[in-house]
């Protein structure tokens, strides 16, 4: 069982002009939350997965608190959100997923269905990132937002993406 908690201070409107200690400051702030919920579920002695989504955006507002995140959860999306190929995903998720495999937390690569043209797009992309991450023990390969729209996606295009 498992929390899965998909808090983004950026979808904020205040974001987009907030300064960027402000900016570093929510980060923190998140950070500091999901540091809370760990020793909560510790002292209750739950047996609850914390999960957390984070950008590799937010590292360049508050790369300590990113860290810190990545050590109080079991597992973290990393929302690449980047219309490209594999190569650059993983080159842009690269310093989350450092942070992962630092703290040994468990990870995928997020996408999002708007970002592709086609669901056939979609599925080589994400089907090469999984491939490449085969080897990694803490690698989940690819997580899509959203589900909904991802199984609309691909109506047309028969089987989605499977993970070996």
Same mark, same amino acid.
């Given at each position: 069982?498992?929390?899965?908690?998909?808090?983004?201070?950026?979808? @904020?409107?205040?974001?987009?002009?907030?300064?960027? &200690?402000? $900016?570093?400051?929510?980060?923190?702030? !998140?950070? &500091?939350? /999901?540091?809370?919920?760990? $020793? %909560?579920?510790?002292?209750?002695?739950?047996?609850?997965? !914390?999960?957390?989504?984070? *950008?590799? +955006?937010?590292? %360049? +507002?508050?790369?300590?608190?990113?860290? @810190?995140?990545?050590?109080?959860?079991?597992?973290?999306?990393?929302?690449? /959100?980047? %219309?490209?190929?594999? &190569?650059?995903? !993983?080159? /842009?998720?690269?310093?989350?997923?450092?942070?992962?495999?630092?703290? @040994?937390?468990? /990870?995928?690569? *997020?996408?999002?269905?708007?970002?592709?043209?086609?669901?056939? &797009?979609?599925?080589?992309?994400? *089907?090469?990132?999984? $491939?490449?991450? $085969?080897?990694?023990?803490?690698?989940?390969?690819?997580?899509?937002?959203? +589900? %909904?729209? +991802?199984?609309?996606?691909?109506?047309?295009? *028969?089987?989605?993406?499977?993970?070996?």
């Amino acid at each position: 069982m498992g929390l899965h908690l998909d808090i983004e201070p950026e979808a @904020q409107p205040e974001w987009a002009t907030a300064p960027l &200690d402000t $900016r570093a400051a929510w980060l923190q702030m !998140l950070a &500091d939350m /999901y540091g809370e919920a760990r $020793r %909560k579920i510790q002292a209750e002695s739950m047996e609850v997965a !914390l999960e957390a989504d984070v *950008g590799p +955006y937010h590292m %360049k +507002y508050n790369a300590a608190a990113v860290d @810190q995140l990545a050590g109080s959860i079991d597992q973290i999306t990393i929302m690449a /959100y980047v %219309k490209a190929t594999p &190569d650059a995903i !993983l080159e /842009y998720a690269g310093p989350v997923i450092e942070l992962a495999r630092a703290h @040994q937390t468990r /990870y995928s690569i *997020g996408a999002r269905t708007n970002d592709y043209l086609t669901a056939v &797009d979609m599925n080589a992309v994400l *089907g090469e990132i999984t $491939r490449r991450l $085969r080897d990694d023990p803490i690698a989940d390969g690819a997580s899509i937002h959203h +589900y %909904k729209n +991802y199984i609309a996606f691909n109506e047309f295009v *028969g089987p989605s993406i499977t993970m070996d």
